[in-house]
C-alpha cells in the first residue's frame, strides 16, 4: 500500500506537468477529500498507508483535475462564508469575493430592522437574489439572519434563469434548513408576479466581457458559460436589471450587484444614463478592487 505522502509526490508531478498553478494544495485537498479528513490531516500524517481503494478514487480525482476540472467540483463542495455548499457543473462555485455582497446586504437589513421603528405587525422586508446560481448568496444571508433571530423578519426570493442552478440552490437551502424560508424560483431577472416591492435585492450576474472569457483560467470552462458571459460590454444583463429597479424597488429599497473590478467607471456611467439623478457607490473587495455598487433612489432633500 502507497503512504499519503507517496500518493501526494506522484500527484503534485502530474498537476503540475498539467499545468496546475496549485498543485500540492490541490493534491491534498483531494486526498483529504477521498479520505475523509480534511487537509491538516493529511499533511500531519505523511506515512500513513492508504488503502488501494482509497488510492484509486484519488487516482480518479486527480486524472480530472489534470483534465482542468475545478477542485470544487471533483470534492463536490466548495465553503462560502464559512459555509459548505454542495456544488457541481449546474452553477458557478460561489467566489470569495462575492462575500462582501452578503455582508452588505446582512448590514443593509440589520440597520433598517434595528435602526427604525417598527410596529409589530409591519410586513417583512422582501429580500430578493438575482441570478442565484448555487443559491450561495440568498443562503448565506439566511444564516446570517437565523443567527441574529431576524429570519423571521424577512420574506426571501431568489431566481436564476437555469432551472439545473435553482435545483442545486434548493438543494443547498435544504442542507442549511432553509428549505422553507426562501423561495426560488425560474425567472428572469425578477420573479414572474412578484415584480415590485423589493426592499433590497442583492445580484450578482454574469459581468465577464464575452471577448474574454477565452482568457480565464481552464477551470472556468467547466462552468456555465451563461453565468459567466455578460455580452460584448459585460454589463449586458446588469444593465437590463438596472432597466428594473424603477418598477421593482420599494421607495426607500436598494440594489446591491457585484461587478468586475475593472468595471467602476462603465458601470457609473450606466447607472448615470439609465437610472438619471439616482445615487450608485461602488465598495471595494478585501484585494482593494471596486467590487460591489450600491444603487438607490436619490434620498429626498
Ligand atoms: C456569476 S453567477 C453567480 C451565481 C451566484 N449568485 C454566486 O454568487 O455564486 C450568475 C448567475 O446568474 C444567472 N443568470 C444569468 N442571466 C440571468 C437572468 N437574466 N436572470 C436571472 N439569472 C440569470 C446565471 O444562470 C448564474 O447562475
Redesign the pocket.
Known amino acids: 500500500m502507497a503512504t499519503i505522502q507517496e500518493l501526494l509526490t506522484e500527484a503534485i508531478t502530474r498537476l503540475r506537468a498539467a499545468g496546475s498553478e496549485t498543485p500540492r494544495l490541490d493534491a491534498e485537498v483531494l486526498l483529504g477529500a477521498v479520505l475523509g479528513i480534511d487537509r491538516t490531516a493529511i499533511i500531519a500524517q505523511p506515512n500513513v498507508p492508504v488503502g488501494d481503494g482509497s488510492a484509486e478514487r484519488f487516482g480518479a480525482a486527480v486524472a480530472r483535475r489534470e483534465a482542468g476540472e475545478p477542485v470544487a467540483y471533483i470534492r463536490g463542495m466548495k465553503e462560502f462564508r464559512g459555509l459548505a455548499f454542495g456544488v457541481d457543473a449546474r452553477?458557478?462555485i460561489?467566489?470569495p469575493e462575492?462575500e462582501l455582497l452578503v455582508e452588505l446586504a446582512e448590514a443593509e437589513l440589520v440597520h433598517r430592522l434595528t435602526t427604525t421603528p417598527r410596529p409589530a405587525g409591519s410586513p417583512p422586508l422582501r429580500v430578493l437574489d438575482?441570478?442565484?446560481?448555487?443559491g450561495?448568496?440568498a443562503i448565506a444571508l439566511g444564516v446570517a439572519l437565523r443567527r441574529r433571530r431576524m429570519l423571521d423578519e424577512v420574506e426571501m426570493v431568489a431566481?436564476?434563469?437555469?432551472g439545473d442552478?435553482i435545483d442545486l440552490a434548493r438543494e443547498n437551502a435544504v442542507a442549511h434548513a432553509l428549505g422553507d424560508r426562501i423561495r426560488f424560483e425560474v425567472?428572469?431577472?425578477l420573479p414572474g408576479g412578484g415584480g415590485e416591492g423589493w426592499d433590497l435585492i442583492a445580484a450578482?450576474?454574469?459581468y465577464v466581457r464575452s471577448g474574454a472569457l477565452a482568457e480565464l483560467p481552464k477551470a472556468t470552462t467547466f462552468e456555465?458559460v451563461?453565468?459567466?458571459d455578460g455580452g460584448p460590454d459585460g454589463l449586458a444583463?446588469i444593465g437590463r436589471l438596472l432597466d428594473r429597479l424603477p418598477e421593482a424597488l420599494t421607495a426607500a429599497g436598494v440594489a446591491l450587484v457585484e461587478i468586475g473590478g475593472d468595471q467602476q467607471p462603465e458601470l457609473l456611467a450606466t447607472v448615470a444614463a439609465r437610472l438619471p439623478g439616482w445615487a450608485c457607490e461602488v465598495r471595494r473587495d478585501l484585494g482593494g478592487l471596486p467590487r460591489v455598487a450600491r444603487i438607490a433612489r436619490p434620498r429626498p432633500s
Not at 130 to 134: E, H, R
Not at 159 to 162: A, F, L, P
Open positions: 452553477a458557478l460561489p467566489r462575492t438575482v441570478g442565484t446560481g448555487s450561495a448568496v431566481t436564476d434563469v437555469s442552478a425567472a428572469d431577472l450578482n450576474l454574469p456555465p451563461g453565468a459567466l444583463v
